[in-house]
């Protein structure tokens, strides 16, 4: 809920203070935490959040910093991807452009979101002369939407004119949290989120179904302007301030923010109106959520949280979270699971060939996770046996 009213909120955080983005290509509606000491091993993080004894966004994972080995299967995969990827920006964008008016203003869900708010923002000037604000916000699973960020947008924009964006989808968690946030302001926001991927059929703005890689999601801060997830932590934000992140400046030699971006806005000239297509079929039908409660079952998991379906999300379970195993589609393209492949066997997960598969991988967090149980190293460890 919005924070009761009292003075204005405050001015986005920009780069180069905040964030290695062009100022005007994004504001971030955060509190600057750079200076707060907020990382924790990726173990216990793990037990304290299972255990019930504190929430995900209370504390950051440590960032992973890739070595030249997977290093360079992100540029791999971003060469292979970036003309799929620019095709799915302008579907994305003209179907936003066209349905919502060209004075709408961008707000990405931080962080994922961000880059393709940017690369949105990038084609509506390329494409049509377009100036669109954009903003990055945050939203936690469990906890909602930033009120006073809301706030703000509301002071300086029609909220009707609000798309907010983000990456991908996966079982539509993060899609039904920003529905229900945005259900306690009066309907002024539009809870339609935008993506390039929603291979959990949970929007109707989307550049594709299928389940591929987006190059951004094997990385973190070094790929999303050097800043980090969100955190909401009552112990040291007050009602007033913005969800915080933090940027991190000692990270810029590893910065690949504005080549991924400029990588992929470099094919926008190729795209072609057949390319940007209204995509048929554009009804959810959450088919994503009810394949993740399949495997609740079957897995014996006990809740989908510690489901996470999707490329995307399965990068995520292996960077930051203490991984079971990894579910991949037989049929999934090699190029689009060769980093997931290396982080597995990295981190000692097994991954298991699994028919019928709706997408082309899933992660499983570790499902009853203590560090005696796994190890202080986080390594993965057999958890019961083959599914039922």
Known sequence: MTAPRGSSPPAPLRGPAFGSYRPEEVGWLLTDLSGVALEAPVEEREEAVQSGGAHYAESLPQEYQPDPEYLELYRTALAASAARMARAVGTVAELVLRERGRDVVLVSLARAG????????????????????????????????????????????????????????GKGAITGELSAALAAHDGAFDPDLAVLA?????VRTFGTRQDWLIPSAC???TVSGLVSRTVLNPAILGPDQYHGAKFYAELAGADVSNE??????????????????????REPDHAGM?????????????EANLVKPG?????????RRVPWRV?????APAADLAHVRLLAQRRGVPVEEVEGLPYSCVGLIHPRYT????????????VGGSPR
Not at 198 to 202: A, K, S, Y
Not at 261 to 277: C, E, K, M, R
Not at 290 to 302: K, S, T
Not at 311 to 319: D, F, M, S
């Open 114 to 169: 961000t880059p393709v708010g940017v690369l949105l923002r990038r084609w509506a000037a390329a494409r049509h002369g377009l100036d669109l604000p954009h903003y990055a916000v945050s939203i936690v699973r469990g906890r909602g939407i930033d009120g006073q960020a809301l706030r703000y947008l509301a002071e300086h924009h029609d909220p009707a004119k609000v798309v907010f964006v983000d990456g991908w989808t």
């Open 198 to 202: 929603d291979p959990g059929r949970c």
């Open 219 to 221: 990385l973190n801060s």
């Open 260 to 281: 991924f971006l400029d990588t992929v806005a470099g094919h926008f000239a190729d795209v072609t109106a057949a390319d940007t297509a209204e995509p048929p079929d």
């Open 290 to 302: 009810a394949a993740a409660l399949r495997l609740v079952e079957a897995y014996d998991l006990g």
């Open 311 to 319: 490329v995307g999300e399965t990068t995520r379970v292996l960077l």
């Open 327 to 331: 579910l991949v589609a037989p049929d």
């Open 371 to 382: 560090r005696g149980a796994t190890g202080a190293d986080g390594r993965a460890a057999a």
